[in-house]
């Protein structure tokens, strides 16, 4: 499985990142950006208390995943790697 490294997409998910990550921020937590695989999954890491908040992967799937397809709908999915 290879990694999507195309800078004008890469840089789409980063900005739809920094619009969520105040609300992240807000509640003592981050999200850091991993990579994009060719199968179109974007991998990223919750940090601070959102690695382990008790609701992180609604706020994954319900926040972060709807922001990014935004931006990029070719998006499947967004996964947290700390979960794998």
Same mark, same amino acid.
């Given at each position: 499985? $290879?990694? /999507?490294?195309?800078?004008? /997409?890469?840089?789409?998910?980063?900005?739809?990142?920094?619009?969520? %990550?105040?609300?992240?921020?807000?509640? $003592?937590?981050?999200?850091?950006? /991993?990579?994009? &695989?060719?199968?179109?999954?974007?991998?990223?890491?919750?940090? $601070?208390?959102?690695? &382990?908040?008790?609701?992180?992967?609604? &706020?994954?799937?319900? $926040?972060?995943?709807?922001?990014?397809? %935004?931006?990029?709908? %070719?998006?499947?999915?967004? /996964?947290?790697?700390?979960?794998?």
């Amino acid at each position: 499985m $290879g990694i /999507i490294k195309d800078k004008e /997409i890469l840089d789409k998910i980063e900005f739809s990142l920094q619009e969520i %990550r105040p609300f992240l921020e807000a509640d $003592g937590g981050d999200i850091n950006f /991993i990579e994009l &695989t060719d199968d179109w999954i974007v991998k990223v890491k919750l940090v $601070g208390a959102c690695s &382990t908040c008790s609701i992180s992967m609604m &706020t994954l799937k319900n $926040g972060v995943e709807i922001a990014v397809k %935004r931006a990029v709908p %070719r998006v499947k999915e967004v /996964i947290e790697i700390s979960s794998l």
